[in-house]
């Protein structure tokens, strides 16, 4: 089964320092996107970065980027210089075209807890 | 247009009765999903429109569920003969048609219909 995988229910991390969130997928198809949600408690889930499979470099954005292995079809987000408006939870997700381009297959989250 | 927006925020409603949500995509995306989040888990994807079409639905979307786009702009999501297993937060997206083959289109959810059925 297509699925994504993500084995950290809770991470905690001081502000400032970076931090890193574990993303692992499932797929047999060759062309597929991976993608990282932000969902404060507010619940609208915000984009962050995307990942396609044949991109050559690690995906950035801002403070954001994406630790991409292919042969261990794993795709981390790193968050630099943490703050403490980044704590919420914090979703990976996968678009392959086998499911239709269509919807988006969502890891169960990792909630991120930022200190002072 | 500030981005996707539904309506209610919240429902509590009893058991049995009947809810409609709304979704109100941004004006120019012509793709509309439905997710459905349970507490502690990912959202999982319920339907999706092409314009006024339904082109896909999952298995998770019982008969007691109907989804329409009839002018291919907002949305509504009726859940018939509630029952408690439905609550859960219901979120909608939007996005605009992507080049076949390409995966990157991004998304763009609203905030979220939070549906306590009791």
């Known amino acids: 089964a297509q699925k994504i995988t993500q084995t950290q229910p809770g991470m905690f991390v001081q502000e400032k320092e970076a931090v890193t969130l574990d993303c692992t997928y499932d797929?047999?198809?060759?062309?597929?996107?991976l993608f990282w949600y932000k969902q404060p408690s507010s619940g609208e889930m915000i984009f962050l970065i995307y990942?396609?499979?044949?991109?050559?470099q690690n995906a950035t954005e801002g403070r954001y980027s994406l630790n991409f292995q292919k042969a261990r079809k794993s795709a981390n987000l790193v968050i630099s210089a943490s703050q403490l408006g980044d704590s919420a939870m914090y979703f990976c997700a996968m678009r392959r075209p086998s499911g239709g381009y269509n919807k988006l297959i969502f890891g169960a989250g990792t909630r991120l807890a930022v200190h002072p | 247009d500030t981005g996707v927006s539904q309506d209610p925020r919240h429902k509590i409603t009893k058991r049995g009765q009947n809810v409609t949500f709304r979704c109100d995509p941004i004006?120019?995306?012509?793709?509309l999903y439905w997710y459905r989040q349970t507490l502690g888990q990912g959202p999982e994807f319920l339907t999706y429109?092409?314009?006024?079409?339904?082109?896909?639905k999952s298995r998770l979307l019982s008969d007691r569920f109907s989804a329409e786009r009839p002018k291919g702009s907002f949305s509504t999501l009726e859940i018939q003969r509630t029952e408690q297993g439905d609550s859960a937060m219901y979120l909608c997206a939007s996005s605009l048609d992507s080049p076949k083959g390409s995966m990157n289109t991004e998304a763009f959810f609203g905030q979220g219909t939070r549906l306590t059925v009791v």
């Open positions: 004006s120019e995306h012509n793709r």
């Open positions: 429109f092409q314009n006024e079409a339904q082109l896909e």
């Open positions: 797929t047999s198809d060759p062309s597929y996107g």
């Open positions: 990942q396609g499979s044949y991109d050559q």
